[in-house]
Nanobody, 124 residues
Framework: QVQLVESGGGLVQAGGSLRLSCAAS????????MGWFRQAPGKEREFVAA????????YYRDSVKGRFTISRDNAENTVYLQMNSLRPEDTAVYYC?????????????????WGQGTQVTVSS
């Protein structure tokens, strides 16, 4: 099983940017479709973005399209989430997750490996 560690969270003003990183160990990242999820206080965890093994295909939730970009560097065993034009409603704990499923999936239950999360806070 792959181990995942997120970093890059923090406090930023609305309109600002952050780049989250997810470093993998234990298994090569190229064996997994990768995703980012988030959980805001008092809300259920929700899908944010996913990228296929090769990095050639990506998928986003509607509210982040055009603002967030998911990418991966399989040689560095790292996945990124570039977040621009941040809004207060993007405030959440962001989680990196891995699935052996080949296809892009947005289903939380499909992801079997999870990081511990990194806090993103966007002030208005």
């Amino acid at each position: 099983q792959v181990q995942l560690v997120e970093s890059g969270g923090g406090l930023v003003q609305a309109g600002g940017s952050l780049r989250l990183s997810c470093a993998a160990s234990g298994r090569t990242l190229s064996s997994y479709t990768m995703g980012w999820f988030r959980q805001a206080p008092g809300k259920e965890r929700e899908f944010v973005a996913a990228v296929r093994r090769s990095g050639g295909s990506t998928y986003y939730r509607d509210s982040v399209k055009g603002r967030f970009t998911i990418s991966r560097d399989n040689a560095e065993n790292t996945v990124y989430l570039q977040m621009n034009s941040l809004r207060p409603e993007d405030t959440a704990v962001y989680y990196c997750a891995a699935t052996a499923i080949w296809a892009l999936t947005t289903e939380e239950g499909d992801f079997r490996s999870w990081g511990q999360g990194t806090q993103v806070t966007v002030s208005s």
